[in-house]
């Protein structure tokens, strides 16, 4: 679980609650494979109301190989886009 608290600079500094959470589990030393979940709940001192709160779900493989992490996940959920694709690459030295 990672208790994110986004900040916005437009018209005063506003915090919004964005909480995250992963759970994989290590398949070979090169492969994980797990679920993702993101939110965005809104201002930290008011949340939205349920309806208008964002959830979204991930299926994800990571791939490791020396200095090189890809992880890929699809999933979908709450909010405007019902279906997304996502990469994130990590370049360790």
């Known amino acids: 679980m990672n208790p994110i608290v986004g900040f916005t600079f437009d018209n005063g500094v506003h ?19 797990g679920a993702e979940y993101y939110s965005s709940l809104g201002p ?11 959830h ?4 994800v493989v990571e791939l490791y190989s020396g200095h090189l992490d890809v992880n890929f996940g699809i999933g979908g959920g709450t909010g405007d ?13």
């Open 56 to 59: 979204r779900v991930f299926g």
């Open 81 to 93: 886009d019902s279906f997304l694709a996502k990469a994130i690459l990590t370049v360790r030295p």
């Open 44 to 54: 930290i001192d008011g949340l939205l109301p349920a309806s208008e709160q964002v």
């Open 15 to 33: 915090a919004d609650l964005e909480p995250c959470a992963r759970a994989l589990m290590r398949l070979a030393p090169w492969l994980s494979a």
